[in-house]
């Protein structure tokens, strides 16, 4: 298996701070510690680093065309549009000037460069790299990131172009493996497909289990994800402004940047809880956070797999969610290591539940004694060997 | 104490071997130097008196045979796996290093693995070019900008391995040398290194640090093209990331090129057909090229 050439290609790298992003980077140091050449394609303008730090063994490309000498494809999608107006054959042209070049590119790669195995990490690259791997007669495995509803069907998610909507799905016979984070989520794919369909969750990073706590617990909950519109921070802003007055000694942070940021710092205000809610913004250590806090609350209407979750399980948080929220509630358990609540149309179950967790101490600390234990199956080390074991049933390395 | 070694490939050129390890002896880095030399299934009486004067040298010395002639690539490659020392630097039987390079170019690697903390470096120098039997001509090596670009230019920045020191780790990274080019293998290496998130640095002062002797004599122009037709072909991926007139001047350079070696070795029908080529692939600068 020495040497032998593993591609890893995402469409967006440069600065990105994404879970897609960092699992990408993670796994290319992780391969090319196990010996394998290791080389990470990309696709965009602009020579920014990665956010996540690569291993300098790793070969890190961008295959960016900053001339683009599809430009005709662009000029006719506009003439056309503009003579045939919306429902003509754009779509087709908008494809091809969008996806060829990097198409085209990858399949000279994959044809010159030896390449024995192809891993593919969401949509924009997922498309692209099994046009190119079947040209080439390349092995290629491809990973899903989120729920597959999502990835698949909701058209605000990745590109609205109903060709590159068809070619999503369609496209996928022609991989390898198809790699979804939950068992469950595999039975989405169309029967077809199901012999392709491996299942391999996230992880929660081996230290979050080892470390110990260095810090004390204060009366705090805390959240961690980004200030955007999925992850429903104002239901939690809403909950605490019924609640808050009970619980004067308690207080609210979340951490994570985003662009909701000036919408959620109004409604704050207009709730008139900005002494007891704080927006944190980004930090280093979020470990170190979660020891500080008591509870951990997660809004998200749906996530592929809610990391923030885990590591606050695995640093034995109680948690609160939403029942249908997907990729959490595939280990959060009801009354086990925390609350899974319906959602209603306003905040007062989330309101309900948090008062629960803070009045009743007892349970608190019962749902805190399970929580490490729940998360063990996501294991660093685990994550890797089904990887491992993958790989080599794919490419036999 | 830091050892660089030394990698030689020598092909039935035992005055060249010489006169490269005397450069070698007159570095006035402090450090101590490890030389590997690779024969080439050179004939035995050049290997013997090869063999003399590595004997005769004074320090670390590895030679390794090879029965048969295996070509420039494949010994690059066997000295590639025979790399012991933390550092490693080129050096071609013929050429010479001048007294301040390996000082020099330390200091520059020491200098930029603080700004390129993350990254594999290879620090070049500028060098002299020394036409056999004519004048030397000092040629900058210029590492800002794009080097991917400058590096297919080959004006600002040239790929000659022999002016390279650099961590071992940073050369066992890229891999080997492609065995299929018997020509240009070092422009494939450096386009790979720089493609693939490799920095080369250079000494930042203009003197040239070391001397190359150059000849055309017994170059075959066609190989030459071919080879650089098949590095075009294995790039294409970072080619087409030019424009079109880019990728054209290439082509034209290159016709260009082996035509001049066509020239120096007299073969005339073949030169006439590759200025042929040179004019198709670009008419306005073949005909305004005076």
């Not at chain 2, 390794?64 to 630097?89: C, F, H, M, Q, W």
């Not at chain 2, 001509?137 to 391995?161: F, P």
């Not at chain 2, 299929?180 to 493609?195: G, I, K, M, T, V």
Request: hydrophobic fraction near 40%; include cysteine; charged fraction near 25%.
């Amino acid at each position: 298996m020495v040497g032998k050439h593993i591609v890893l290609v995402i469409r967006l790298l440069s600065d990105r701070s994404g879970g897609a992003e960092k699992l990408y980077i993670e796994m290319a140091n992780y391969l090319v510690e196990q010996g394998f050449r290791v080389t990470c394609l990309y696709y965009e303008p602009g020579q920014k680093e990665p956010f996540y730090k690569l291993d300098n063994r790793v070969s890190l490309t961008n295959l960016f065309i900053p001339y683009p000498s599809l430009g005709l494809f662009a000029k006719m999608n506009r003439l056309l549009s503009h003579a045939l107006g919306e429902r003509s054959i754009m779509p087709a042209f908008a494809w091809l000037n969008s996806e060829l070049p990097f198409t085209l590119q990858l399949k000279h790669f994959f044809k010159r460069m030896k390449v024995d195995l192809v891993l593919s990490y969401l949509p924009p690259a997922n498309t692209p790299s099994l046009i190119a791997a079947k040209m080439t007669k390349t092995k290629i495995i491809v990973t899903n990131h989120n729920v597959p509803e999502k990835d698949y069907e909701d058209i605000k998610r990745w590109s609205p172009n109903p060709i590159d909507r068809f070619l999503r799905l369609y496209l996928l016979r022609y991989a390898s493996k198809v790699h979804v984070l939950f068992e469950h989520f595999g039975s989405w794919f169309p029967e077809s497909l199901q012999s392709k369909i491996v299942a391999i969750p996230n992880y929660v990073p081996d230290d979050y289990f080892s470390l110990e706590s260095k810090s004390i617990a204060t009366k705090k909950i805390i959240g961690v994800g980004r200030l955007a519109a999925v992850k429903n921070y104002e239901t939690l802003v809403e909950a605490w402004a019924v609640i808050s007055k009970e619980f004067p000694d308690w207080s609210v942070e979340i951490y994570g940047t985003g662009p909701d940021e000036e919408k959620l710092r109004s409604l704050i205000k207009e709730r008139d809880v900005t002494d007891s809610f704080f927006l944190m913004g980004h930090t280093s250590n979020v470990m170190e956070k979660y020891d500080e806090s008591l509870i951990f609350c997660h809004t998200a209407i749906h996530e592929g797999f809610g990391l923030s979750v885990a590591e606050a399980l695995a640093r034995d948080l109680p948690v609160i969610a939403y029942k249908d929220c997907e990729g959490v509630n595939q280990f959060v358990v009801d009354d086990e290591n925390g609350l899974l609540i319906e959602r209603g149309s306003t905040a007062d179950s989330m309101a309900v539940a948090l008062k629960q967790m803070i009045s009743d101490d007892e349970m608190r600390k019962r749902l805190a004694g399970n929580a490490k234990e729940s998360i063990r199956p996501f294991s660093e080390t685990k994550y890797y060997q089904k990887y491992s074991q993958l790989i080599t049933e794919v490419a036999g390395l | 104490m830091v050892t660089v070694d030394v990698l030689i490939p020598h092909y039935n050129d035992p005055e060249g071997l010489e006169m490269s390890l005397k450069s070698i002896a007159e570095q006035d880095w402090k450090g101590d130097f490890r030389v590997v030399v690779c024969d080439d299934g050179s004939k035995a009486n050049l290997l013997k008196k090869a063999e003399d004067i590595l004997n005769a040298y004074d320090g670390e010395v590895v030679l390794i045979k090879s029965p048969v002639n295996l070509g420039r690539p494949k010994t690059r490659n066997i000295l590639l796996d025979n790399i012991a020392s933390e550092y490693v630097a080129w050096l071609d039987a013929g050429d010479e290093w001048y007294p301040t390079k390996t000082r020099l170019q330390f200091d520059a690697i020491y200098r930029s693995m603080v700004r390129y903390e993350n990254k594999n470096i290879w620090a070049t120098c500028s060098y002299d070019w020394k036409w056999i039997g004519g004048r030397a001509r000092t040629i900058q090596q210029n590492t800002k900008g794009d080097q991917v670009q400058s590096l297919m230019m080959g004006k600002d920045l040239r790929a000659y391995l022999w002016t390279l020191l650099a961590k071992a780790d940073a050369f066992k990274w890229l891999g080997k040398f492609d065995e299929e080019l018997l020509r240009l293998q070092d422009l494939d290496y450096f386009l790979r290194f720089a493609s693939q998130g490799g920095q080369i640095v250079t000494v930042g002062s203009p003197e040239p640090l070391c001397v190359y002797h150059k000849s055309d004599i017994g170059r075959n122009g066609v190989e030459v093209k071919n080879c650089f037709f098949y590095i075009y072909n294995k790039h294409k991926y970072l080619y087409s990331q030019y424009s079109a007139k880019f990728r054209k001047n290439r082509r034209y350079d290159i016709y260009m090129h082996a035509a001049r070696f066509l020239d120096s070795n007299g073969d005339t029908l073949k030169k006439i057909s590759m200025n042929g080529k040179a004019f198709l692939t670009h008419p306005t600068r073949y005909l305004f090229r005076f």
